[in-house]
């Protein structure tokens, strides 16, 4: 992982004269030059609308995006193109499942699974889907390991599941997540799964087809790629029994006066012009990804957030909200000061230049269940450093100092 | 560019009122109960007033925040106490801002406006 630092030009910022230690990445990732001169090229080069021009630059644009479409497929061993769809964001491809296949295969009286540690984004559509069809949405509970409790779990199943919907790596905790087996044990009982895999592309290997999920969705903001840009892998069975969530341009097979028909597979999910370029240039996030090595970058992950936990828990004040085993969570780690609100440590830390997240996390009922009212929060990725830990850490001690705990 | 120095933020009043906030707690029987929140960072806070003759006559508040929010409840409570709800309908955030005396970043804006929001809150339910 050495030199990393330099395919990223904004880590050379200064913020508040102190060099940028950037720990929000569970957040949004940084973008390294290769994904932006990407951007730059497809705009200099290749610009044109897809799918419907005869023309050289629209053939490009379209041979570029789709090839996009092939290289997701292949990095998170989908069987083929035909079951990744794009859309805007991970919240929009869980909105896309839930309104697409959700709608019409949810009835009164079913029984949709949600765990406590997920993000608003696949709990807040689900919610919204079982008050409008009379559904229950029943939930996981943690352990006081903040892992999830699968005999619980077991016992929620039924043949009243219709789908389980649940997060690979907590937001917050960093807990990841069994969703092979938590997969498993809903087929068992006939239900579809839904995993979130916002946290957890881009920083380990992930297989769609080995986990067997039905879906899966995610960001690539996250993953170095541009903001706008979202993934919904469906199993290609499922697809042709969903209806699309958006009509218009693009995703039409023939239009009449008063009726149209629509494309079979992820086309019929993409009405209007998508985000072309950003697409484009998330497939050099992916490229990227691929030269490092998936396996490395788990590897440095895990080794940074073991040396972050080493040198957080010397102090007293501090509380960790993190699996005791260091496997058992991704590279996200919560904490809180004791009479510091996270919002003040956030603070004080952004001015000696580390930029951290503080508050919800956008999972307030997973916040309340952790008893506190907010968590700073430090995430890493890649060009993360052991020294980033301890500028932090020096930055720490200046809250303590402050306010004299 | 604005550049904050922790001293300009967490000035001795700020941190004093945060660790040993004036008027906290509650009051029984108040004349009027307000909750205030903020969403963005968890913060939520209960206002009580006892009004008599269109006066306050006592304030209590509750909840947790950061110091910024806290400290602001704290010193807006000793601001209130024995006003005339008449002129405290005249306050405007910028009376905020002055008690607090510190620079507020526009991420702090809400945490600087907890408290004088809730206090808005309570005015217009007593005005019903």
């Not at chain 1, 939930?139 to 619980?152: F, G, M, N, V």
């Not at chain 1, 903001?221 to 979202?230: C, E």
């Not at chain 1, 950003?278 to 992916?286: H, L, N, T, W």
């Not at chain 1, 009212?373 to 001690?397: H, M, P, Q, W």
Request: contains cysteine.
């Amino acid at each position: 992982m050495k030199n990393i630092k330099n395919d990223f030009h904004i880590l050379k910022r200064k913020i508040n004269g102190k060099s940028l230690v950037y720990l929000d990445n569970a957040s949004t990732s940084q973008k390294p030059k290769a994904v932006l001169n990407a951007l730059q090229k497809f705009y200099t080069t290749s610009n044109a609308n897809i799918h419907r021009g005869i023309h050289t630059l629209s053939e490009e644009a379209t041979e570029q995006y789709e090839g996009v479409r092939k290289k997701v497929a292949k990095f998170i061993n989908a069987k083929n193109e035909e079951e990744i769809i794009f859309t805007k964001n991970c919240t929009e491809a869980i909105n896309c499942a839930c309104v697409s296949w959700g709608k019409t295969n949810i009835n009164k009286g079913d029984e949709i699974i949600v765990s406590a540690l997920e993000h608003h984004a696949n709990l807040v559509p689900w919610q919204e889907l079982a008050k409008e069809k009379g559904a229950i949405l029943k939930i996981i509970p943690l352990t006081k390991d903040y892992l999830l409790d699968l005999k619980a779990y077991k016992s929620l199943l039924s043949k009243k599941t219709k789908l389980v919907c649940v997060t690979a790596q907590s937001n917050v905790t960093g807990t990841i997540v069994p969703v092979k087996k938590i997969t498993a044990m809903a087929h068992a009982v006939g239900a579809k799964v839904l995993v979130d895999g916002a946290q957890i592309v881009g920083h380990s290997k992930v297989n769609v087809r080995y986990i067997d999920c039905d879906f899966f969705a995610f960001s690539a903001h996250k993953m170095l790629g541009p903001t706008g840009v979202g993934v919904l892998y469906v199993k290609r069975t499922l697809m042709d029994d969903m209806t699309p969530h958006m009509y218009g341009g693009d995703m039409v097979e023939t239009v009449q006066q008063k009726s149209a028909t629509y494309r079979a597979g992820p086309w019929k999910f993409e009405a209007g012009t998508p985000n072309i370029a950003d697409v484009i240039a998330f497939g050099s996030a992916i490229s990227y990804l691929e030269k490092i090595g998936m396996a490395a970058i788990a590897a440095h992950d895990r080794e940074l957030l073991a040396y972050a936990k080493n040198v957080f828990s010397k102090y007293p004040a501090i509380k960790l909200f993190s699996p005791s085993r260091i496997q058992d969570a991704g590279s996200v780690l919560s904490f809180t000061v004791k009479g510091v609100h996270p919002h003040d440590v956030a603070t004080i830390l952004n001015e000696e230049g580390v930029a951290i997240r503080s508050g919800l996390h956008c999972a307030e009922p997973l916040i309340n269940r952790l008893g506190v009212s907010a968590t700073a929060r430090i995430s890493f990725y890649l060009y993360n450093t052991k020294k980033d830990v301890d500028v932090a850490e020096k930055a720490l001690k200046k809250v303590l100092k402050i306010f004299k705990v | 560019m604005h550049i904050y120095y922790m001293e300009d933020i967490y000035t001795e009043t700020i941190l004093d009122h945060y660790q040993h906030p004036h008027h906290y707690g509650k009051i029984s029987n108040p004349t009027v109960k307000v909750n205030g929140d903020n969403p963005l960072c968890g913060d939520k806070i209960s206002l009580d007033l006892i009004i008599k003759k269109g006066v306050v006559e006592d304030v209590g508040f509750t909840g947790a925040g950061c110091a910024i929010s806290q400290a602001a409840i704290s010193l807006l409570a000793d601001e209130i106490q024995g006003k005339k709800i008449s002129n405290l309908k005249k306050l405007k955030p910028q009376k905020m801002y002055g008690l607090l005396h510190i620079p507020i970043s526009p991420g702090r804006v809400k945490c600087a406006l907890l408290g004088f929001t809730a206090l808005q809150k309570a005015l217009k339910t007593l005005q019903k």
